[in-house]
């Protein structure tokens, strides 16, 4: 990774390794729908072995970082933080189990309109014209891609918006903890607690690990799922969080890709548009915010 960044410079690096990261996800994202959909794995029994064995992935890294890390005077904080996280992880996997791959990932896309709602709302950060215009504007995007009105629509739909809203809860607290907190501190409770919160929650379902096609794909999810977040994490150690936002965008077309590819998911033009309308609207977002800390 180091020649990487030494040969073609951080900036093109993050970009490569958000972009990869995309993809990965995307991969993951296709093996979720196909073990939840196809072989009928129950979601919460995917969420818990997915995040379980990249857990067993990250283990050298936790154990590198020693009792050092767990120190903490938030340790409540850290627990609804994890559950946030772990809740909204069964929630996107019970859509994906549900609702076509593009409709999840591009419903999943309000999550910076809800964390600058949040912001607004919980922080008591200040929120002009400006930032409530880009949250509608997601918003009436989101709407778009729901269609409520159409007859194609279905609740489950909606697991993909409360997995965002959910995640946007977990950026808001990470934010809040970053303020007494290190970063070490927030990533190893959230390997630590993620297992046995998601074990609770998928308690009822079962958590027994399958055999066959239904054991590879856990396992082939674990490990695309470490890996994503592996070069997520070092897109964001390389490059400004600010650089590297466009090629997030990049995920949607990859999910919708390969769901046309497997599943023959065609997503209508309203797809499109809705998207469209989030993307432009989290850009503006995105501007205005790296204005506003330029000035200050």
Do not use: C
Not at 81 to 92: D, E, K, P, T
Not at 122 to 142: I, K, M, P
Not at 145 to 154: K, N
């Amino acid at each position: 990774m180091t020649r990487l960044i030494s040969t073609i410079g951080p900036a093109a690096a993050g970009a490569f390794l958000m972009i990869l990261a995309g993809a990965l996800f995307a991969a993951d994202n296709t093996l979720v729908q196909y073990g939840a959909m196809t072989l009928g794995i129950p979601p919460a029994r995917i969420a818990f072995w997915q995040y379980f064995i990249a857990f067993l992935f990250a283990l050298p890294w936790l154990v590198s970082q020693g009792a050092a890390a767990m120190r903490t005077g938030q340790f409540g904080l850290h627990v609804i933080r994890v559950a946030s996280a772990a809740i909204g992880v069964q929630l996107w996997v019970a859509g994906l189990a549900h609702v076509p791959i593009w409709q999840a990932i591009a419903l999943v896309m309000l999550s910076p309109f809800f964390v600058t709602l949040g912001a607004a709302l919980l922080l008591r950060e200040a929120a002009g014209a400006e930032r409530w215009l880009a949250v509608s504007t997601g918003f009436a995007g989101g709407m778009i891609i729901l269609a409520p009105w159409s007859d194609g629509f279905t609740p489950y739909a909606l697991l993909p918006v409360a997995a965002a809203a959910l995640w946007a809860l977990t950026s808001l607290l990470t934010k809040f903890l970053t303020r007494r907190e290190s970063p070490e501190s927030l990533t190893v409770y959230l390997l630590l607690l993620l297992t046995p919160l998601n074990a609770a929650l998928g308690w009822e379902q079962g958590l027994q690990f399958m055999g066959g096609a239904a054991g590879l794909v856990l396992v082939a999810s674990g490990l695309l799922t470490a890996l994503a977040q592996y070069a997520l994490t070092k897109a964001y150690s390389v490059a400004d969080a600010a650089f590297l936002q466009p090629f997030d965008h990049i995920k949607l077309p990859f999910n919708v890709a390969l769901g046309l590819a497997v599943f023959g998911f065609v997503p209508p033009g309203s797809m499109w548009v809705g998207s469209a309308l989030i993307v432009a609207a989290s850009f503006y977002l995105l501007r205005r915010e790296s204005r506003v800390a330029a000035v200050a």
